[in-house]
């Protein structure tokens, strides 16, 4: 358990070897070995960062606050742009060095969390589970009959995984995370801690007299290299999977009701709430606290503006704000008519 | 243990028993058994399916894509209402389809449920703590000393039980629930992962130099049949208890604060928050992720539509929707007025 | 163990004793002794209570309901200010009565807290944690190595402790909390149950094909006397920790992105969504269910409303409504014009 659990620092590089890490090419020569990817204020000099001298995806360059804190820092070598001036210091240039700077210090998280074998003695694994030998199935951790656990799998600790529910190989889950039965989920998973998966859906029949509930049967499925953050919640379908594509981005405190089906590459920020039986698009984003009302579909790759209300169908490719959510350009030009309005009245 | 966890195929039935069950007139014969309740589009031949030709509470009949699936359907038993055409299938004819199928799948889903008694070997119950014989305490749990669990109730693992709490007969908690000090859980509750209830609430008294934490002594009372979704919390009561009443439905990641008072059959949806010394009259609902701001009265059967945020008191019977909420009808036509508006000027 | 989950009576104080822990002075004779803070109406004859008789911080006096309840109280001793008519009962004459009440109710909540010593048998505490002898590890918790739990620290139950963190001198940790790695608490702080400190926030790079998720490595440093609600999150920092400063009151499912940076008591009111990289003043308040986009400013003293949307800096001591957020006198005429309009067009 000891490795799992412990904080070593990552194994040091010298620039060559971070060079051939990113796929960048080395400018300049340095005898420092790194072992730490910092920001620019706060690096020393064996750590390594990361600058964008180019235009971002919206379009903006760096601020003058940024280009002064690229000029002073003091880390050891710089990842940046083809063309960027480092003005004389040792640089690895790269197509994208936010991505390099992100791999580079995966390559040391990594070695940081290096996953151990085995089953912690307070464990317990109902007879009828499967658990890979290589898997590792931290203190307090609870695994249903039925369940199989992949190979390289990482329960942390207090990890309750339900019957007949499989988590695939090289999945990581936090403490306290709940797995309800009948979930199946993909290999390369992570589940950050507290986080819900296949409680029972909020369905209800009114029986006259008193609301009856409806089982919810249908389990969750979730694709592959899911990250799901904590104290989320994804509930079990009624009778058929909810269901959560490849690749989807969940960030903390989200609500996924029951029969919701998510394709791929969907991203949904902190708080948002999805209610049931919604269909998302392939690459869909919801921003902080925004939701959707039940039964409609959003289309592929359309984005919702934080702390709207989504109450009907959504085209693919679209942008939508506000409360009750319309499209942005109606919705900017009611809000900056209305303001416009009070003032004049005053 | 091995029961309380294991995906039990339910006990099949044949056509004759279901009706029975369900209380229904079987039309045509079939020497299938059922095991299952599903949907129209997924089921198979020895599945149960429900179908409502008529029109919804909201006054819709069905969708044509329903249509269309209830005449494709492989189902082998259809649960309908009188009159409607099920072109020769065998069919059970009951009053309400979607209350007999949520019945059905009752009884096979608990038959997958079944408690299992005793206490787990890495279970603490303290000295001091009573715990019904049939009661099943799972892996992990801890029970505080004069804590009280009734018959039947099913702590699934990791549950935390307050001192001083009772937990009712035949409650069900999951996973992670954590029960503090000074609960009063009524029978037959059913509270989902992670959910905190009897937690301190946010009160404070500033001294001049710092907040001062006002003790929460009250503790909560919760009332029978009450349902509560997981990732919630219920906070205690300053000096008397956060009361919920009977049948109340609550949802996943629902916060009620400190000393609010709920009737029975109140239902808040996801992510609704209500803030300190609410009253909520009896049936009231709140959609998701609406609220209520402290020291209000909500009317009974009020409705509240979502993402609204109450900051005055409803009449019993009246909706509201909007931030702030305001009767619905003035709600809808400023929306209808500021859209027309913003098309207008442009 | 016991002591710690007990529900001990409070120690028995007379009515001298009392005005001594509360600084104020006693008028009248009693030979009672009480051992309870109650409110006006549930209060029985050896309960204490406060009422307060002048303006509130909004310059409002009683309600007539509480000043009929004062007048009727069966509560043996009175917790009021110079000048407070108390029509000959007896009473402790303070300057501010909730926060008199408020100590009072520590005293005796304190004591029946009181905090037992060791580690339980069925925790687990890694080689290189260390525990103080005077801390408190309750059931089932988990020390990582190189994790250090102060003195008379309380970890109630099934807390998790991740590699290297440091939970400060007379911490409460409830049960389920989970705190990552390197997260550094201050003294004296309280995190109510299943709240997630020190998650992995939400930052990735697109690669082109796929999002990378880059580490997020600088933990969470937390200040003294922090008071944290229950399923609350709390991401850890990229490069450089999250920052909470002392004394800042966080409720409940409360979330804080990444690289935030809060001053000294700021207070976060139920459900609040801070977005990643936000700077909060020195006691600037969000109420419920408020929230702020990513990397802005908020001044210190600054006010924001219940569910409002704040997407740019905010000025210190401003206070902003609505979604988006605008100043508050604004958003007031904004709303008042758009009623009148809608039923002036009907």
């Not at 971070?18 to 960048?24: C, E, K, M, Q």
């Not at 710089?78 to 995966?106: S, W």
């Not at 996953?115 to 003695?121: C, R, W």
Request: overall charge negative.
């Amino acid at each position: 358990m000891a490795d799992a659990l412990t904080h070593h620092p990552g194994t040091p590089l010298n620039a060559e070897q971070v060079a051939a890490l990113v796929d960048g090419t080395l400018e300049g020569a340095t005898e420092l070995f790194f072992e730490h990817v910092s920001d620019l204020e706060s690096a020393m000099a064996n750590d390594v960062v990361f600058f964008r001298a180019g235009l971002n995806e919206m379009g903006r360059g760096p601020a003058q606050s940024e280009l002064e804190a690229f000029a002073k820092t003091a880390a050891g070598l710089l990842l940046v742009e083809e063309g960027t001036d480092v003005d004389g210091r040792v640089c690895i240039r790269v197509a994208n060095p936010g991505l390099a700077a992100a791999q580079l210090a995966q390559h040391w998280e990594a070695y940081i969390a290096e996953t151990p074998m085995g089953v912690h003695a307070t464990a317990v694994v109902e007879e009828g589970a499967e658990v890979d030998i290589s898997a590792s199935i931290g203190p307090h951790c609870v695994i249903a009959a039925g369940a199989v656990i992949g190979a390289h799998a990482n329960l942390v600790s207090g990890v309750h995984i339900g019957a007949g529910s499989r988590v695939g190989d090289a999945c990581v889950l936090n403490p306290g995370v709940v797995i309800g039965p009948r979930v199946d989920m993909g290999k390369q998973c992570v589940v950050q801690a507290n986080t819900v998966i296949g409680s029972a859906g909020f369905g209800y029949v009114w029986s006259g007299s008193a609301h009856v509930h409806m089982p919810q049967m249908g389990g969750v499925q979730i694709g592959e290299r899911v990250e799901i953050g904590a104290n989320s919640c994804i509930d079990a379908g009624t009778f058929r999977p909810t269901v959560i594509g490849d690749n989807c981005l969940i960030d903390n405190h989200v609500q996924i009701g029951h029969n919701c089906k998510l394709g791929r590459f969907v991203i949904l920020c902190g708080k948002v709430g999805i209610s049931g039986s919604v269909e998302i698009g392939d690459g869909a984003i919801f921003a902080g606290s925004s939701g959707a009302a039940g039964h409609i579909s959003i289309g592929a790759g359309a984005k919702i503006g934080a702390k709207a209300a989504v109450t009907s169908d959504v085209p693919p490719g679209a942008t939508y704000a506000g409360n009750p959510a319309v499209d942005f350009g109606l919705h900017q030009r009611m809000q900056v008519m209305l303001r416009r309005m009070a003032r004049q009245k005053n």
